[in-house]
């Protein structure tokens, strides 16, 4: 059993940067691969960026170079530093025990001027 809860989502200025949390609660959480998604309103949910339980990663092309997952296993804690932020990045975004029904509750992001 894991719970996710995310936290970190803000306003923020195009441009500017943002870095989102995810604290899992359990015992196992270092063998998990983790994912951030986001979905802004009226749109389909989109995989944002996973990360394997080695630490590997990979990025959807939109955020590529600009976004970095990252983990800390001691922390039970998932991170996503969001940089150079875009307009087309406000949504809500989730945290996900990647390949399974585990959610965060979602935490805001909402780039504008």
């Known amino acids: 059993q894991v719970q996710l809860v995310e936290s970190g989502g803000d306003l923020v200025q195009p441009g500017g940067s943002l870095r989102l949390s995810c604290a899992a609660s359990?015992?196992?959480?270092?063998?998990?691969?983790m994912a951030w998604y986001r979905q802004a309103p009226g749109k389909q949910r989109e995989l944002v960026a996973t990360?394997?339980?080695?630490?590997?990663?990979n990025y959807a092309s939109s955020v590529k170079g600009r976004f970095t997952i990252s983990r800390d296993n001691a922390k039970n804690t998932v991170y996503l530093q969001m940089n150079s932020l875009k307009p087309e990045d406000t949504a809500v975004y989730y945290c996900?025990?990647?390949?399974?029904?585990?959610w965060g509750q979602g935490t805001q992001v909402t780039v504008s001027s």
């Open positions: 990360i394997t339980s080695s630490g590997s990663t």
């Open positions: 996900a025990v990647q390949y399974s029904s585990y």
């Open positions: 359990g015992s196992i959480f270092s063998i998990y691969a």
